[in-house]
């Protein structure tokens, strides 16, 4: 079976920082990219950024303007995000997902594109940030 899990959501002050983490098993990691998106109260799920794992490949969404990092660890097939300098409207249910090969990353715009092109996705973890 496919998993990917969340982890290293919590609560963080205003210019604070927390590194996420999604372990994926049940797939063949360099074959697929692996995307972070994000979903706050009320909103639609937006994609944050991606790579792609076959050549490292990055994707950022415009919106994080330098604040966030995507990296990972292949050995391990961890993907992590590191947010830093958090603002309160990072305050979201972040997931992440993969999708096979590198066109559906390739072709998002920066963040991944929409939600639906992405085949399998973590339970996500909750990241809130006080003002």
């Known amino acids: 079976d496919v998993r990917l899990v969340e982890s290293g959501g919590g609560l963080a002050q205003a210019g604070g920082s927390l590194t996420l983490s999604c372990v994926v098993s049940?797939?063949?990691?360099?074959?697929?990219?692996v995307g972070w998106f994000r979903q706050a109260p009320g909103k639609e799920r937006e994609g944050v950024s991606c790579?792609?794992?076959?050549?490292?490949?990055?994707y950022y969404a415009d919106f994080v303007k330098g604040r966030f990092t995507i990296s990972t660890n292949n050995a391990e097939s961890t993907v992590y995000l590191h947010l830093n300098n958090l603002e309160p409207e990072d305050t979201a249910v972040y997931y992440c997902?993969?999708?096979?090969?590198?066109?559906?990353?390739?072709?998002?715009?920066?963040?991944?594109?929409?939600?639906?092109?992405?085949?399998?996705w973590g339970q996500g973890t909750q990241v809130t940030v006080a003002s």
């Open positions: 997902a993969a999708t096979w090969g590198r066109t559906v990353a390739e072709n998002g715009g920066g963040g991944g594109g929409s939600s639906v092109d992405w085949d399998y």
């Open positions: 790579i792609v794992n076959e050549d490292a490949t990055i």
């Open positions: 049940g797939i063949t990691f360099y074959d697929y990219a």
